[in-house]
Antibody, heavy 120, light 108 residues
Framework: QITLKESGPTLVKSTQTLTLTCDFS??????????VAWFRQSPGKALEWLAL???????RISPSLKSRLTITKDTSGNRVVLTMTNVDPLDTATYFCARRRPKLLMFDYWGQGTLVTVSS | EIVLTQSPGTLSLSPGERATLSCTASQSVTSNFLAWYQQKPGQAPRLLIYAASSRAAGIPDRFSGSGSGTDFTVTISRVEPEDFAVYYCQQYAGSPYSFGQGTKLDVK
């Protein structure tokens, strides 16, 4: 059974750094072809892709946020961390992590999401 | 970057009716790597369709996807009460992995 769960602060202040963690089970980032991505959704808005990290540490970052985002994986193979610097109230959103399936490449399993509010 | 445009913005139907939702890409989607998701309030997106026409595991066969290149469609043959939600298309062929703005399926 594959599960993902996001965690992090619910409230951060403008200009601070936000760190979010995605813990997952049922698959490993040591498996060839696997990736884990981050997405977000501002209240009432559409989904937005943020970043993706692969089993081999290859990374993709949204061009619009490239200067502010870092994505890493830890040695356990079951955790991915997203760091966003210099947050703004516009970064208020629910943040989701999801698995990118090997070979078929779609994002098939998603976490429940975590709501982050950025105060000014 | 591929821009995805969904139509209509809102679709109002009664249970039992057929729903057709569209997604148009600004350029051809490589290998038809186009997915459809269903999202209900307070929930994560749920994968319905991948590779334009393949149903994800556990998805009822009343959901079907079609299309290729730049024009894609998801059809619900007979809408059930639990199908009222927002539907998003997403291209996952290459980063940035863009989404459409969503179509809200609501009760007429």
């Amino acid at each position: 059974q594959i599960t993902l769960k996001e965690s992090g602060p619910t409230l951060v202040k403008s200009t601070q750094t936000l760190t979010l963690t995605c813990d997952f089970s049922g698959f490993s980032l040591y498996t060839s072809g696997v990736g884990v991505a981050w997405f977000r959704q501002s209240p009432g808005k559409a989904l937005e892709w943020l970043a993706l990290i692969y089993w081999d540490d290859d990374k993709r970052i949204s061009p619009s946020l490239k200067s502010r985002l870092t994505i890493t994986k830890d040695t356990s193979g079951n955790r991915v961390v997203l760091t966003m610097t210099n947050v703004d109230p516009l970064d208020t959103a629910t943040y989701f992590c999801a698995r990118r399936r090997p070979k078929l490449l779609m994002f098939d399993y998603w976490g429940q999401g975590t709501l982050v509010t950025v105060s000014s | 970057e591929i821009v995805l445009t969904q139509s209509p913005g809102t679709l109002s139907l009664s249970p039992g009716e057929r729903a057709t939702l569209s997604c148009t890409a600004s350029q051809s989607v490589t290998s038809n790597f186009l997915a459809w998701y269903q999202q209900k309030p307070g929930q994560a997106p749920r994968l319905l369709i991948y590779a334009a026409s393949s149903r994800a595991a556990g998805i009822p066969d009343r959901f079907s996807g079609s299309g290729s290149g730049t024009d894609f469609t998801v059809t619900i043959s007979r809408v059930e009460p639990e199908d009222f939600a927002v539907y998003y298309c997403q291209q996952y062929a290459g980063s940035p992995y863009s989404f459409g703005q969503g179509t809200k399926l609501d009760v007429k």
